[in-house]
């Protein structure tokens, strides 16, 4: 089992949708948890993170992670065109006195006009 | 943007064939790492460096080697390209390791090996 899984899609929704976008997670160790958006032919950049449990807004957008169930969520709101990308959720904790930071595959999401 | 380059941007190679990959950065950041991106494996880690000299393994670092003479500069070396290695390599930066420290990421590299 991969310590972070995700499933990879793709999502396609018309503008204005609320989008959700799950990750699952097996490392009791990870107390970070970051989404990464990436547009296409382009390096993936840091939209939000979140420590431990709970919710953090910015925006149209909403992280969420849940500790007890092993479970991370963003949410997009009133999702627009711009907002098609591929979303990569992380999870990141000290392991073996190194940090370790594990992505998941991605999910590839396109808002329709 | 986080001043990192990539080169090349693409490359096209032989199996057998060495190839070099470069990561300059001009924010003066400790951290630095090469990742692959792979469909169906999405980013792995090859090698980071946490200072000039000082570099470790990835979880994919077999068949690579990496170098880090000067802060600004990480190399990506492939002694002898295989298949297996064509990918898009992205080179990543960081000032911090740990907690919420950022990965910004470079545009990547896209390596064919025939």
């Not at chain 1, 970070?32 to 953090?56: A, C, D, H, I, V």
């Amino acid at each position: 089992q991969k310590e972070v899984e995700q499933d990879p899609g793709p999502l396609s929704v018309p503008e204005g949708a609320i989008v959700s976008l799950n990750c699952t997670y097996s490392n009791s160790a990870f107390q970070y948890f970051m989404w990464y958006r990436q547009y296409s032919r382009k390096g993936p950049e840091l939209l939000m993170y979140t420590y431990s449990s709970g919710n953090k807004e910015d925006g149209r957008f909403t992280a969420q992670v849940d500790k007890s169930s092993k479970y991370i969520s963003l949410f997009i709101r009133d999702s627009q065109p711009s907002d098609s990308a591929t979303y990569l959720c992380a999870g990141k904790g000290r392991q073996g006195g190194s940090e370790k930071l594990v992505f998941g595959k991605g999910t590839k999401l396109t808002v329709n006009p | 943007d986080a001043g990192i380059t990539q080169s090349p941007r693409h490359k096209v190679t032989e199996t057998g064939t060495p190839v070099t990959l470069r990561c300059h950065q001009t924010e003066n950041h400790r951290y630095m790492y090469w990742y692959r991106q792979d469909p169906g494996h999405g980013l792995r880690l090859i090698h980071y460096s946490y200072g000039v000299k000082d570099t470790d393994k990835g979880e994919v670092s077999d068949g690579y080697s990496v170098s880090r003479s000067k802060t600004e500069d990480f190399l990506l070396t492939l002694e002898s390209a295989t298949s297996s290695q064509t990918s898009v390599y992205f080179c990543a930066i960081s000032g911090l390791a740990g907690g919420t420290g950022e990965l910004f990421f470079g545009e990547g590299s896209r390596l064919t090996v025939l």
